[in-house]
């Protein structure tokens, strides 16, 4: 019986299986919001362009994503890593967590009606559709033949990438290239949260909250500390490209061998 990391995986890893399915999820959700008729620009308006907008499509991305890690056989690969990282650049993903609740602090929670708060917490799912998309079956994919530094890379930046579709959906370019910055900042965030714990799961769980704080603190008349979320996210971001090499250095997570 080999011993190689493939030998349980239903399908033997390859590069462009990984790259079709972040391709089919980016062009999926792209699809589903253009089919609910709410521009990007109206998302979260109210509850029922957050869920239609929004909402759906991660819906019917989660499970999409779900049947193709069982058909795959890569769940595993896809949620943990065989061995974690040094522990302490965990700090980047924690500055992060600052972040986020400086903006739920900010947030104008009697703007809320429950309507709106039902849709918001559909956004949750992001945190599993979108890190299983990249940091999941992706991340298995590109390990099939490239090494870590180019994995984080190139996860980051096909992460980064898919938002490059908030333009073709009414946002404007230039704020929309500024968005897929940050993405690639938080994507490295969220790489070295895997890579520390040496699970998926956290990453996901701190992306989903991320999004609904940044929706959250959208909605109504935001506090005096809005503002300080985003740059401490900044903060965390830029933290995350100084420190990416310790959690890179000396993995060995090739899934194919």
């Known amino acids: 019986m080999s011993d190689s990391p493939a030998a349980s995986l239903r399908v033997r890893p390859r590069i462009w299986i990984g790259l079709a399915v972040w391709l089919a999820y980016a062009l999926l959700v792209f699809a589903v919001q253009q089919l609910s008729g709410v ?23 989660a499970i999409l994503l779900a049947i193709t890690a069982s058909l795959l056989g890569w769940w595993r690969p896809a949620l943990f890593d ?7 650049p965990i700090f980047v993903p924690a500055i992060m967590v600052v972040a986020l609740l400086l903006n739920l602090a900010s947030t104008d929670w009697g703007s809320y ?48 990438l898919m938002h490059l579709t908030n333009a073709l959906a009414g946002q404007d370019m230039a704020l929309t ?30 992306h989903g909250l991320w999004d609904f704080s940044t929706f959250a603190v959208g909605h109504g008349t935001p506090g005096p500390l809005a503002a300080l979320g985003s740059t401490v996210n900044l903060i ?22």
Do not use: C, N
């Not at 065989?82 to 302490?88: C, E, F, L, Q, T």
């Open 82 to 88: 065989r061995k974690h990282s040094a522990r302490w």
């Open 39 to 61: 521009p990007y620009t109206e998302f979260g308006r109210d509850g029922g362009t957050l869920f239609l907008g929004a909402g759906l499509s991660l819906i019917i991305g």
């Open 236 to 257: 965390a971001g830029i933290a995350g490209l100084a420190v990416v090499a310790f959690v890179i250095r000396g993995a060995d997570e090739r899934t194919v061998r």
């Open 113 to 160: 009606d429950v309507g709106f708060f039902a849709a918001s917490i559909v956004l949750l799912l992001v945190g599993f559709t979108e890190e299983m998309a990249t940091r999941g079956l992706l991340l298995v994919a590109l390990r099939s033949r490239l090494g870590e530094g180019w994995v984080w890379f190139l996860s980051s930046a096909l992460f980064a």
């Open 177 to 206: 290239l500024t968005q897929v910055g940050m993405a690639f900042l938080g994507g490295t965030v969220f790489y070295i949260l895997r890579r520390t714990t040496g699970s998926l799961i956290w990453a996901m769980v701190l």
